[in-house]
Structure formats: structure tokens, C-alpha cells
């Protein structure tokens, strides 16, 4: 299968989860990536995860979850030696992606003003927790600190448990999945080269669309509404035999075939349920009376029937339930690598979701040691081994 970002050379000097997570992205879709890591430590991630075994290894499970698939160098950007090594690599780059604070690149004196002297067609993309200007420009951004500015936590949970964190690194992801974008998109321009400002604060907001919209446009102000769907009724979580249903009856002909199916298509006749606005006021009324019958079955059996009647439904699921679901299992999500060094084990990693043709793209190499990829890379820029050596013996490298 031919990937469309074959050919191209990204340079990945981001660390722990948005950056990288941009850069998977990238690598699963055909280009070379080299994560170029600060010798002697490399990636944060490399110390993070569940398994303090593989954290004193350097091989964190947090840094397997996205970097299958790049390879690794090591450089020392404080060294002059290090720097002058790093900016011949440069030259033969497509793309550099990075997310250190904003003036950090420019203080090792390898930002974008010198980096574009020596290839004036890179796109150099800076992924930061606010962007590279405005008051909050300094500020340290985790994706913790960003799901609290940007409002998210806000409307996250139920009047009782908000502000609540969403459950996983959503301000990360959505920043790097942001920066993949962008830099595809640069990739596109003739001629290319340009710098690419990605704020994970603004990332966020721009997925809260229909959030801001409400507020900006007709004056309601956002606000947490657990498992409640606020634009229809019936639509939101119920609770069913063994576990919570999702239904979203948002038509009215799904509201009657779900009353039907039911068995208490007489709701239909009550004032304070005729139209849809009325079934929003009174949603936690009518969302009790459903859930009497709802009880009396699994959540499972009552999705299956539904959904074959039109009423769209879903059982709420584990994370590992959900993995081994078929359409998961069998579409090529997972990504296993057999006996992985550094790891001395299997592991399974994601992929990206996208499919190319009707296969999903697969990287062929797991997570790579620090430094794995020194001599193929440096020796490939023309240094020799005794250089090599050399550069490794005075802390260039």
C-alpha cells in the first residue's frame, strides 16, 4: 500500500504526548520520522507508565503508546558540536515538530530564524500549551492546566461532581492530532516552508464548536450535564439491566418506535411529552419512567434490538471490553510487536483510526531505544565512525 507522506523526513524533538502524538499520526501515514532526543535522558515519556520496570528502562508504556514506527537519535543541542551535527540533519528535513515552551529553541539558537537559513522549505511546526504570543505566553501548559483553562472541565460531569477532568489527555491529543493536520496541509503548499503556531488551548476550544456557539450566539452559558444530551429527550445514558444504555432518539419517528418497542407508546399522549421541546423539559421525568422497563433487561440486549429497529443505542463499555469487540479486533486497530528490545516482551499499540483503501496503516518497527538510530542517521549526514566516537566521547552526541 502506498502511504501518502512517503518520502517525507520529519524531525520529532517533542516529548511526553501532544508532539508525539502528532508525529505517530505522521508516521503511520508513510513518513520517516526521527525523534531527535537529548542525550543521555531522551523523551519524558520514557520514564512514565504503569510498569516502574520498564520506567527504569527507559522505556515507559507511555512512551510505547506513540512512537512505534520513528527512529531515535541522540544530541547534545548545548554542545557546539551537537548543534553544528543537528543543523546538517536539518537540511535534509521535510518537516520538524516541536513543543518546547515558546523561547526555548531560539535560547539553544536552533528556532525557526535560524533553522529556515539552512532549509528555507521547512515547515516548522511548534506545538505549545497557548501559542507563541499573548499574555499567556509563558505559562507551563500540562493537558490538566489546559482542560481547566479552556473550559472543558467546566461542563465535564453532573451539577454534584463538575468541574471534572475528562478521563484521558484530551487537551494533548487533540492539540497533536491539531498539529498533524496543519502540518499535512503545509505539506501541500508550493512553495513549502512556513511556520506552523499550534495551541493546544485553542485546539480544544475549536472542538468545542457547538459549546461556543451555544454561549456566542444564543446566550447560553455552558454548563456540566453528566450523561444528558441537552439538544433532544429522550437522549443521554439510562440504566438497564447490568450496566448503562446510550440511546439518542432525537427524531420523533425514533421516539415512537422506541416507545413501541417499549411497550409504553401512552407517553406519547401526555401533554408534557407531545413535542420534542417538551420532552426536554421534562427529560428526568420521562428518562424514570423509561428506565422501569429498561431495568429489567441487559443493556447489551436491549442495543442489539433497538438498533435493528432504527433507534440508535450502545451499551457503555470498559476500555478493555471495547478492545475485544470485533470491530475493533478485527479492522487492524492494534498494532503487535513481537519481543520488543528494551521491553524483552510483546506489545500491542494503537493505530491511527484512518484506513487507506480499506487497510489501516502500520508502522513496521516498534518504539526504538534511545539512541538506537545514531549510527544509520549521523553516519547517512557523512560522519564516520572515529567521528562518531568522537562527537559520543565529548558529550556532543
Not at 354 to 362: M, N, S, V, Y
Request: glycine share 10%; charged share 20%; with cysteine.
Amino acid at each position: 500500500m502506498s502511504k501518502p507522506l512517503e518520502g517525507i523526513r520529519v524531525l520529532d524533538l517533542t516529548n511526553v504526548l501532544a508532539g508525539p502524538f502528532c508525529c505517530h499520526h505522521l508516521a503511520h501515514l508513510g513518513a520517516e520520522v526521527i525523534k531527535v532526543e537529548a542525550a543521555g535522558r531522551g523523551d519524558l515519556a520514557r520514564k512514565l507508565g504503569a510498569d516502574p520496570e520498564l520506567n527504569d528502562k527507559g522505556m515507559g508504556v507511555s512512551f510505547l503508546a506513540q512512537n512505534a514506527g520513528k527512529k531515535s537519535v541522540t544530541v547534545n543541542l548545548k554542545h557546539a558540536k551537537g548543534k553544528a551535527l543537528f543543523l546538517k540533519l536539518v537540511k535534509t528535513a521535510d518537516v520538524l515538530v516541536e513543543n518546547f515552551r515558546p523561547g526555548v529553541m531560539d535560547r539553544l539558537g536552533v528556532g525557526y530564524d535560524t533553522l529556515k537559513q539552512e532549509n528555507q522549505q521547512l515547515i516548522y511546526c511548534a506545538i505549545s500549551g497557548f501559542g507563541q504570543d499573548g499574555p499567556w505566553v509563558h505559562r507551563p501548559a500540562y493537558d490538566q492546566i489546559i482542560q481547566g483553562a479552556s473550559g472543558v472541565m467546566s461542563i465535564t460531569g453532573d451539577s454534584e461532581s463538575a468541574p471534572l477532568r475528562v478521563g484521558y489527555p484530551v487537551a494533548d491529543t487533540v492539540g497533536g492530532i491539531t498539529a498533524a493536520f496543519a502540518v499535512a496541509s503545509a505539506l501541500n503548499a508550493k512553495p513549502r516552508g512556513c511556520f506552523l503556531d499550534v495551541s493546544m488551548l485553542e485546539s480544544v476550544l475549536a472542538t468545542m464548536g457547538w459549546v461556543v456557539s451555544n454561549y456566542l450566539n444564543a446566550g447560553v452559558e455552558p454548563a456540566a450535564n453528566g450523561n444528558e444530551n441537552i439538544t433532544s429527550a429522550p437522549s443521554g445514558a439510562f440504566e438497564a439491566g447490568h450496566g448503562l444504555l446510550n440511546i439518542a432518539a432525537n427524531k420523533d419517528e425514533q421516539w415512537v418506535l422506541l416507545t413501541d418497542h417499549l411497550g409504553l407508546s401512552a407517553l406519547r399522549d401526555r401533554p408534557e411529552y407531545a413535542t420534542r421541546e417538551d420532552r426536554k423539559r421534562n427529560r428526568l421525568a420521562l428518562k424514570a419512567e423509561l428506565e422501569i422497563v429498561l431495568k429489567t433487561r441487559p443493556a447489551r440486549d436491549w442495543a442489539k434490538e433497538l438498533n435493528r429497529l432504527g433507534v440508535p443505542s450502545g451499551a457503555v463499555l470498559t476500555v478493555p471490553e471495547v478492545l475485544e469487540m470485533p470491530q475493533v479486533a478485527d479492522r487492524g486497530f492494534l498494532n503487535t510487536f513481537q519481543d520488543v528490545p528494551g521491553v524483552g516482551r510483546d506489545i500491542s499499540v494503537t493505530t491511527t483510526g484512518i484506513k487507506l483503501d480499506g487497510e489501516a496503516p502500520r508502522v513496521d518497527d516498534p518504539p526504538p531505544l534511545l539512541g538506537e538510530h545514531n549510527e544509520e542517521i549521523w553516519t547517512g549526514l557523512g560522519v564516520s565512525e572515529a567521528e562518531l566516537a568522537e562527537l559520543q566521547s565529548d558529550g556532543a552526541l
